[in-house]
């Protein structure tokens, strides 16, 4: 599903660079589920945001389904969005002013889904994840763990090949935070989503099957995950 | 999608109450000032519209050989020759006017009378409310309902007599109301309250012959079968040139011209002698449109300022959404229709402002008549459908570009805040402040204005002055010799012209070239009385009543200005017709007119007693009210059947100072509105600004930086915009009062420094005062606050 070739990221700090990421080579198969962990500025974030298409590589190849992500315009990237990749965020990142079902809602009217299949596919989300009662309440009336499931639920909303999660616990409580992740447990191994994560917790990490450790920027070691 | 984006628009508007009450009310009050200008344009270019012929009928106007002026008299016989003559021509006809003293019972009352062709009412609609028109009666009088009232109350005034020419035993008239016509309209240049034959017209004793080419009527007016004629019709007329200037050699015509009824109003301040309604002055309208516009565009930058300062809280929204497939452009659509909602309620808001605005409007400009309806309008329905639209893409247009912007990825990281110190931010509000000195300076202008036209040196000395008009030389002695007993009374002095009055316009000989300047025939006492003083030679040498002062004449300085060309004149010749005139000396420039009109060169004769019209007096100004009353007391125990035409000299100035009050006090409201705008922008930008340097100004704060430094960071990279806006502004401001003064008034006080001073000065207090508050509240913040915030 992805196919990263020696993909670096720098900014230019007067005439030198500062790299966040060099030579980083991966491959993700669909259906897999991915920790990446490192510790802070070990370019984590920069290679998700790259992952998704937010960030771009100042070198490099990014090969996602077979097509080059480097060649892509902005108006394939939103295609992407619309059609594969679902972001779960550490802050959550719902909309303020619209309530769960709205949050829910956003996405599909994006993809121009029918008034009809967009209610279904919300009571069906609402109903897996318990959160039916909730539904008119705005993201302030929500606790943590319930704004998560919501973020959890929105990216799950257009039925993604790629779910993409910045730290998705790093502001919950461990109970909250074990519920998320068993979540993206039946996501990927009852409904075959591929979920790329990044953590800082050793715990979360091993949800995974597999797990890159970046350092410096670079991949230092791949780790497979037994269960 | 588009319920989505209002349902979120909704909420997030009832979250930012003062964004919303700011912009809402500035846009409200612009929007109302944009209904306003438009509705004016209407009324402006809808006179004489609504005539059923309107397009079919033209002015026949003269230049004049002499100066090639034209003037909107023509000769009596003209337009009835031309219509039997020039093929192409359906109609004629012709109105004249004079002032007539009507009577009913004991009551006398000045009026002014109009006397038209009796096919005037086939040509021009003006509806009958009761009676009958029939014009072709000599002996029928129609009225005005404003009349109708005056004269009759609420009885019906049709059959009834009223007697024209009351004060004149030999040629007094009784007619009879033959029917009461709606009030003329305001946009009409036609403007009568009566209106009866042309017959009824007397020169003297006698009936005008308007056969003649020697006598002119106020105007005249062709119906052409097919108005694109008019080319070959104005042709065909130029062969009346000669028997015109043959029959009258002191009135030369040039060439006769046409002038289409629909375009006669706004073209009427280009034609002397108009002697119809002038229409709204199209520096009024051009005025209020620039006035409508300079407020609509500080209202929109203040709401694209006060938008992009508010953006910052959805920029983490804005990023969500682009990676749940919104793109830019529909990021943009959805910011934009929250501006729209935006717009729409302030167009709601100015759609009701606009109604107690336009009564204001209406009180304060006697001779407009504006009203703003909105269901039986549709062209103020697009009108509003599309000021709304370009309103919404003026000033949401560059937020809903700038906040869809921005890379999500760097809004996620956290650290990204944008600043109200980009260029376009700080162009803006240049822009704001920039427009609002303007308006100030416009504004102080006008209020300077007003001031120096109410203490302006007038070349003669205006207080205590009263005067009452006759045009019989038997009541003026009478008069004169009554009043001068009243022991207030301290002078009186007769005259045939009065300054600000009347006066002639008469062409001479200098030096073998043909001239022309104001003429003002006087009594001998007149001058010293008026206060008008000699600067150069000696005056009349000999003044005798009967034949006045002969051979000598005394100019003005502007003659020896314009006409001498600055060389010695005292002891030149005049030439009038045959007669010559010794210049005896020269006096002081004065006020022939109104500030309204030019000053121009003037000769002044002293005439012989049979043509003294007015009766001067002069008393204590504190005394000008009791010997008014007397004066009019005395009057009516003279001549109980003559109205009194009493007036106080200050009636001069009284329209132009009203007209400068009025300009004065718009402008004044109009730029407290915009500063109040652009002082609200400026805290935006200001508040923005201070957001994005929290961190750093708190570290400056703890490094021990005082006050003033922390103001100079805070609004360093805004100082080059301001002075370049107050240099702009100053300019744009002097240009924009010099314009419409200029278009006002031919006399004016100009734009003054001290102007220019305060406007700069308020303009940058308020602007001291907004960053001031804002200074204080980062003055005031928690240290520990502000260094964790970042």
Redesign the interface.
């Known amino acids: 599903m992805i196919e990263l070739k020696n993909i670096e990221r720098y900014y230019p700090t007067g005439s030198l660079k500062t790299y966040v990421l060099r030579y980083v080579n991966a491959h993700i198969a669909e259906g897999e589920f991915v920790s990446i962990m490192g510790p802070s500025g070990s370019g984590k ?1 920069t290679l998700l ?1 790259i992952l ?1 298409m ?2 771009e590589p100042t070198d490099g190849e990014f090969w996602f389904l077979g097509e080059g992500v480097h060649k892509f315009n ?2 394939r990237r ?2 992407m ?2 059609e594969y ?1 679902g ?1 779960v ?1 550490q ?1 959550y ?6 309530t769960v079902y ?1 949050n829910l ?3 599909l ?3 121009k889904v029918p008034s009809t299949e967009r209610k279904s596919r919300i009571a069906d989300l609402l109903d897996r994840f318990n959160m039916v009662a909730k539904k008119d309440l705005f993201p302030s009336q929500l606790s943590g763990g319930q704004q998560q499931l919501v973020g959890v639920a ?1 990216a799950l909303i ?1 039925r993604p090949k790629l779910i993409l999660a ?1 730290e998705p616990t790093g502001n919950l409580q461990s109970p909250q935070a074990k519920e998320i992740m068993e979540v993206f447990k039946t996501l990927n191994r009852e409904d075959g989503v591929t979920i790329v994560q990044v953590t800082h917790s050793e715990d979360n990490a091993k949800y995974g099957n597999r797990i890159l450790h970046l350092k410096d920027g670079r991949v230092e070691n791949e780790e497979l995950v037994k269960h | 999608m588009l319920s989505s984006y209002l349902t979120l628009a909704f909420r997030n508007l009832r979250r930012n109450g003062s964004y919303l009450l700011i912009n809402v009310l500035g846009l409200g009050i612009a929007l109302a000032f944009c209904i306003l200008s438009y509705t004016q344009v209407r009324f402006a270019y809808s006179f004489d519209q609504w005539h059923p012929a309107a397009e079919r009928i033209f002015r026949v106007e003269t230049f004049k050989t002499s100066n090639h002026l034209l003037h909107g008299t023509c000769p009596a016989s003209l337009t009835e020759v031309a219509a039997r003559e020039i093929p192409g021509l359906e109609a004629a006809t012709r109105i004249d006017s004079r002032g007539v003293v009507v009577k009913l019972g004991e009551n006398v009352f000045n009026q002014q009378v109009h006397f038209v062709d009796e096919n005037f009412l086939d040509l021009f609609q003006f509806p009958l409310l009761q009676g009958q028109a029939r014009l072709s009666d000599r002996d029928a009088l129609l009225i005005s309902e404003d009349m109708a009232h005056k004269f009759f109350g609420g009885e019906s005034p049709v059959g009834k007599t009223l007697t024209l020419y009351a004060d004149l035993e030999a040629q007094r008239k009784t007619m009879t109301v033959s029917g009461v016509f709606k009030n003329t309209p305001k946009n009409s240049s036609l403007q009568f309250q009566f209106l009866t034959h042309l017959e009824n017209q007397l020169e003297g004793d006698k009936p005008i012959r308007y056969d003649s080419w020697k006598w002119f009527v106020d105007a005249g007016f062709l119906k052409l079968s097919n108005p694109a004629d008019a080319p070959a019709v104005e042709a065909a007329l130029q062969q009346y040139i000669a028997p015109q200037n043959a029959a009258n050699q002191n009135w030369q015509a040039e060439r006769y011209r046409l002038e289409a009824l629909p375009a006669m109003a706004m073209n009427a301040r280009d034609v002397r002698w108009n002697n119809l309604s002038n229409g709204i002055p199209p520096s009024a309208v051009w005025g209020n449109i620039t006035v409508a516009l300079m407020l609509l565009l500080t209202a929109c930058l203040n709401f694209a300022n006060t938008t992009i300062s508010i953006g910052n809280r959805r920029l983490r929204e804005m990023g969500v959404r682009k990676v749940m497939g919104g793109t830019q452009r529909q990021l943009m659509f959805q910011l934009l229709s929250e501006a729209g909602l935006v717009c729409v309620t302030a167009l709601a808001l100015g759609m009701i402002v606009v109604k107690p605005m336009t009564e204001w409007y209406n009180a304060t400009w006697k001779h407009i008549d504006l009203h703003v309806s909105y269901l039986d309008n549709p062209p103020l329905l697009y009108f509003l459908a599309g000021v709304t639209l370009f309103t919404t893409l003026l000033a949401g247009a560059y937020p809903a570009f700038y906040i869809s912007g921005f890379n999500p990825s760097k809004i996620f990281r956290g650290a990204f805040k944008f600043g109200g110190a980009s260029f376009f931010s700080r162009l803006m509000m240049g822009a704001q402040v920039a427009i609002s000195l303007a308006a100030v300076v416009v504004g102080f202008s006008f209020a300077r204005n007003a001031q120096v036209q109410r203490e302006a040196d007038l070349g003669y000395a205006g207080d205590g002055i009263l005067g009452v008009e006759t045009q019989d030389l038997a009541l003026l002695n009478t008069f004169n010799a009554a009043i001068r007993q009243n022991p207030k009374v301290l002078e009186t002095a007769r005259t045939r012209h009065h300054a600000g009055f009347n006066f002639r316009q008469t062409e001479f000989s200098w030096q073998g070239q043909k001239q022309e300047s104001l003429w003002f025939e006087v009594g001998k006492d007149y001058m010293p009385l008026m206060g008008m003083t000699l600067v150069a030679g000696e005056g009349f040498s000999a003044v005798n009543e009967a034949v006045g002062s002969e051979m000598e004449v005394l100019v003005n300085e502007m003659f020896v200005r314009e006409i001498g060309g600055n060389a010695p004149v005292i002891g030149q010749m005049l030439k009038f017709d045959t007669v010559s005139y010794r210049i005896a000396g020269v006096v002081k420039d004065f006020m022939t007119d109104s500030p309204f009109d030019p000053k121009s060169p003037v000769v002044v004769h002293c005439a012989p007693e049979s043509k003294f019209t007015y009766c001067i007096v002069k008393t204590k100004p504190e005394d000008l009210a009791a010997v008014h009353a007397d004066m009019e007391t005395t009057w009516k125990a003279l001549f109980p059947y003559k109205p009194f035409t009493g007036f106080y000299q200050s009636e001069v100035m009284a329209e132009a100072l009203e007209v400068s009050d009025n300009i004065a006090m718009t402008m004044l409201i109009f730029a407290f509105v915009i500063l109040l705008l652009t002082v609200s922008g400026l805290f935006s930008i200001v508040s923005l600004n201070a957001l994005k340097q929290f961190k750093s100004l708190a570290l400056r704060r703890v490094l021990g930086a005082k006050s003033g430094e922390i103001a100079f960071q805070l609004n360093r990279n805004y100082l080059m915009v301001i002075f370049g806006a107050i240099l702009v502004g100053c300019w744009g401001g002097r240009f924009m009062a010099l314009a419409m003064m200029n278009s006002i008034y031919k006399i004016h006080a100009g734009v003054q420094g001290q102007s220019l001073t305060m406007g700069v000065l308020t303009v940058l207090l308020a602007m001291l005062a907004t960053v001031g508050v804002k200074l204080r509240q980062i003055l005031r913040a928690n240290l520990g606050d502000a260094l964790k915030a970042e």
């Open positions: 974030s945001h998704g937010l960030d902005e108006r939103t295609e969005y619309r990749i972001f965020f802050a990142h719902l909309i303020d002013d619209l709205e809602e956003t996405p009217l994006y993809k929105r257009g910045d």
